[in-house]
């Protein structure tokens, strides 16, 4: 039986309307109406979560919201903060310098109302603002301006300029420090260790949930992880193809209510359940 599903938001959750579209809201929330659990788990700061966790009525439900890739896990119902992993302010510095070292790239960092950048125009700033409902904060030094230990470090360059430099931007620093891509323009850093399966392994032992119980749909590299973990793990019709090799289901894509059309079948929900 099935008690947690776990979700990644983007590419996965979220069509490209930025949405949940009504059929996926209506099958979630039919399946949180026979107690199933659900897990939104994203690379989105935790402010990014919010707008989800409404139209799914979390709240009510006692989902979990696990934002910074794994790197916080919150109680929606009672927003207590179960676990959180931040990157030690010292080497937080240390790496935002060692950044510097490509002008191209974009650092961005959060402290859960504002992103710290030097120029608001670099690549992806105004996306993640938007859609992580945090403000823009222009700071002539990222590393100085770093005074509390942020959960996550994020990197942002056009596909062509990030990739090359992958190897460059994590040099120094694995043995302290998490790196995953969560998208062709994002490269994550967070605290050794912290990932979503992480995430859902602290979920696990407090709720006493087995990996058989747990359903997972994701679309990216950072979704790998998670899929392997779970039971019967779900990858997008847009995923890619690594995801789509280890998945049990390939289900239909992001824009075509995938999530809706597995969770209908596996749980056989009716006409009256989903408009209820």
């Given at each position: 039986?099935?008690?947690?599903?776990?979700?990644?938001i983007?590419?996965?959750?979220?069509?490209?309307?930025?949405?949940?579209?009504?059929?996926?809201?209506?099958?979630?929330?039919?399946?949180?109406?026979?107690?199933?659990?659900?897990?939104?788990?994203?690379?989105?700061?935790?402010?990014?979560?919010?707008?989800?966790?409404?139209?799914?009525?979390?709240?009510?439900?006692?989902?979990?919201?696990?934002?910074?890739?794994?790197?916080?896990?919150?109680?929606?119902?009672?927003?207590?903060?179960?676990?959180?992993?931040?990157?030690?302010?010292?080497?937080?510095?240390?790496f935002?310098?060692?950044?510097?070292?490509?002008?191209?790239?974009?650092?961005?960092?959060?402290?859960?109302?504002?992103i710290?950048?030097?120029?608001?125009?670099?690549?992806?700033?105004?996306?993640?603002?938007?859609?992580?409902?945090?403000?823009?904060?222009?700071?002539?030094?990222?590393?100085?301006?770093?005074?509390?230990?942020?959960?996550?470090?994020?990197?942002?360059?056009?596909?062509?300029?990030?990739?090359?430099?992958?190897?460059?931007?994590?040099?120094?620093?694995?043995?302290?420090?998490?790196?995953?891509?969560?998208?062709?323009?994002?490269?994550?850093?967070?605290?050794?260790?912290?990932?979503?399966?992480?995430?859902?392994?602290?979920?696990?032992?407090?709720?006493?949930?087995?990996?058989?119980?747990?359903m997972?749909?994701?679309?990216?590299?950072?979704?790998?992880?998670?899929?392997?973990?779970?039971?019967y793990?779900?990858a997008?019709?847009?995923?890619?193809?690594?995801?789509?090799?280890?998945?049990?289901?390939?289900?239909?894509?992001?824009?075509?209510?995938?999530?809706?059309?597995?969770?209908?079948?596996?749980?056989?929900?009716?006409?009256?359940?989903?408009?209820?």
């Amino acid at each position: 039986m099935i008690k947690l599903i776990t979700l990644d938001i983007d590419g996965t959750l979220d069509n490209d309307e930025r949405t949940i579209s009504p059929r996926t809201q209506a099958a979630l929330r039919a399946v949180e109406e026979k107690g199933v659990r659900l897990m939104l788990c994203s690379g989105r700061q935790a402010p990014g979560l919010r707008h989800e966790a409404e139209l799914l009525k979390l709240a009510s439900y006692h989902g979990l919201l696990a934002s910074y890739n794994g790197g916080r896990i919150q109680e929606a119902t009672t927003g207590e903060i179960l676990f959180d992993s931040s990157i030690e302010n010292g080497l937080a510095r240390r790496f935002l310098r060692h950044l510097e070292q490509w002008p191209e790239l974009s650092p961005i960092v959060d402290d859960g109302e504002s992103i710290y950048t030097t120029d608001e125009n670099r690549h992806k700033v105004h996306d993640e603002s938007r859609n992580n409902n945090l403000k823009i904060k222009i700071v002539p030094d990222i590393a100085a301006a770093v005074t509390w230990r942020p959960v996550k470090i994020l990197t942002a360059a056009p596909e062509g300029i990030l990739v090359p430099h992958l190897a460059d931007i994590r040099e120094g620093f694995e043995d302290e420090l998490s790196f995953v891509q969560s998208a062709p323009w994002f490269y994550e850093a967070t605290v050794k260790g912290v990932a979503k399966e992480s995430a859902i392994r602290q979920v696990m032992e407090k709720f006493d949930i087995k990996a058989e119980e747990i359903m997972a749909f994701g679309d990216a590299q950072n979704d790998m992880g998670m899929l392997e973990l779970a039971g019967y793990a779900v990858a997008m019709g847009n995923a890619i193809p690594e995801l789509k090799q280890m998945a049990d289901e390939v289900t239909l894509s992001h824009n075509s209510d995938g999530i809706a059309a597995t969770l209908e079948r596996y749980f056989q929900l009716d006409e009256k359940q989903l408009k209820s």
